[in-house]
């Protein structure tokens, strides 16, 4: 094998899936970033207070 083929398909092959995750799509669910700490934060204290029993 040449050294040219060993890195083909790397970075090309991720190409489609990083435009597919850029771009928008208005069917998607918005979640707020403050919504999600919020959720974080309760499920850690959930934890520890099971923990805790």
């Known amino acids: 094998m040449s050294k040219g083929s ?5 970075l090309m092959s991720s190409a489609g899936l ?9 069917n ?3 979640i707020d970033p403050k919504t999600v700490v919020a959720f ?3 499920f ?3 934890v520890m207070t099971l923990t805790a029993l």
């Not at 060993?6 to 790397?10: A, D, K, R, T, V």
């Open 40 to 42: 974080g934060v309760l």
């Open 18 to 26: 990083v435009r597919y995750f850029d771009s928008d799509d208005r």
């Open 6 to 10: 060993q890195n083909s398909g790397g």
């Open 44 to 46: 850690g204290v959930f």
């Open 28 to 30: 998607a669910p918005r």
